[in-house]
């Protein structure tokens, strides 16, 4: 009786396995060393991994060309919604692997009526003093993105302020929605 079981259940698992294998036809053969194939069937070579959230149509992971721009990525999320603040992005800025960009919103996520637009601070050309505006920035963090953007330039997509030393992903949350980069 179990030696039943076992082949039944044996069986099940093979037919499983055809089946699966039969529905995603990405799959390859596990342990061929001639495969640059990762992640369900992505491959590797030449291709970046980010997410998007915020104001488009389909957030989540994308598998894009490498030297992709932000106009690539929005267009593979559906594009943007009414409510995108299209100063807060650069289409051509190019994206790294592995980040994940933010498209704030132009208008109040609780705003109904969507008519009380959030004041912004356009991060590439504010004062030191006009940063301390900005939720989360005090001081000595407005100084090190003056500085930052001195040493580096333009700021062509908000995660980049990550780049500053004293910038943590709960600082950036923090001030997402409050910054711009272009007027």
């Not at 039944?8 to 596990?30: C, P, R």
């Not at 989540?60 to 999320?77: Q, R, S």
Request: with cysteine.
């Amino acid at each position: 009786m179990i030696i039943k079981i076992i082949l039944g259940g044996l069986i099940v698992t093979v037919i499983g396995l055809v089946v699966f294998q039969a529905i995603d036809s990405n799959l390859k053969n596990v342990g061929n060393p001639d495969d640059s194939i990762i992640n369900n069937g992505i491959e590797e070579e030449n291709k970046i991994s980010v997410g998007v959230s915020g104001e488009v149509t389909r957030s989540g992971n994308y598998v894009l060309d490498e030297g992709a721009t932000m106009a690539d990525l929005i267009e593979a999320a559906g594009g943007v919604t009414s409510n995108a603040d299209e100063r807060c992005y650069f289409f051509e800025a190019v994206l790294e692997d592995t980040e994940s960009y933010y498209i704030p919103p132009k208008f109040e996520v609780d705003d109904v009526c969507g008519n009380n637009p959030i004041f912004k601070i356009n991060i590439n050309s504010a004062s030191s003093a006009e940063l301390m505006e900005i939720t989360g920035v005090g001081e000595t963090i407005s100084e090190k993105i003056v500085d930052y953007r001195d040493e580096n330039g333009t700021f062509y997509a908000l995660e980049e302020l990550k780049k500053v030393n004293g910038i943590g992903p709960s600082t950036f949350s923090k001030m997402r929605n409050e910054i711009i980069l272009k007027d």
